[in-house]
């Protein structure tokens, strides 16, 4: 040790402030550092889930809805810790019909559950880009292609594809997008309208784990895991298909 150390380390009101000046520069350091690498904090840490995790998330919700014991929510103060992101830990790919609401179905909240509706819930290039965009972007592991009983998109294309009646407007586009469920379901035994709700979740939910590149590598990958699942518009319950 040198005269000049020699002499500080006589001095303990020296030695604890230059101790105290060394750490902290080496802990501002530090917390710098983690700043700079550190990934965004996901908005609602409880939504960072595995896909079978996410999914027995939703069906406990479902059973909350099926009893009436549903979540109350203070609307006014959830708002703020999705101002800066969103982590929803599940996809949903509903029917339009307005008597389903996946939100009040799975007992979730904003930022819970990411949702795509279309009359019929077929996966169309923009609802398949859109899940691209909630599991590649939003880390979302779970998405669920939800179809409901007495649904009015598929039983419309029943008729169609029996009678050949082309639908006025746009309506040709659903009857494109759901004839093949329907097809398909026309030499199963029992009731063809179930059968054909039925069959259109689990095409599109071959659909989007076939849809590459970003969802296949996904679900291939397990990091992914995509189901069907039918609402009891009586009982409110989801049958989950797959
Ligand atoms: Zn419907």
Known sequence: MCERCATAATRPGIRRRTYLKLA?????????????????????PENVLSPDA?????????????AGDTTKHDFKNERE?????????????????SRIAPEYCFD??????????VAGNFASDEIVASFEYAVQVLNTPLIVVLGHDACGAVDATIKSVKDGTVLPGHLPTLVAAISPAVK???????NLLDNAIRRNVMLNVDKL??????????????????????YKL?????????
Do not use: H, M, W
Request: proline share 7%.
């Open 54 to 66: 996410a999914l027995d998330r939703l069906v406990k919700g479902n059973a909350r809805y099926v």
């Open 234 to 242: 009586a009982s409110g319950k989801v049958e989950l298909l797959a």
């Open 108 to 117: 979730a909240g904003r930022g819970d559950i990411f949702v795509c509706r």
């Open 24 to 44: 902290a520069a080496t802990i501002a350091g530090l917390a710098f550092r983690t700043d700079a690498f550190a990934q965004p904090t996901p908005p609602k």
């Open 209 to 230: 784990k076939a849809a590459a590149p970003i969802v296949s590598k996904f679900v291939d990958d397990k990091k992914v895991r995509i189901v069907g699942g039918v």
């Open 81 to 97: 810790p999705l101002v800066t992101g969103q982590n929803p830990f599940a996809g949903i790919l509903s029917c339009a019909d």
């Open 184 to 190: 398909a379901a026309q030499g199963e035994p029992g």
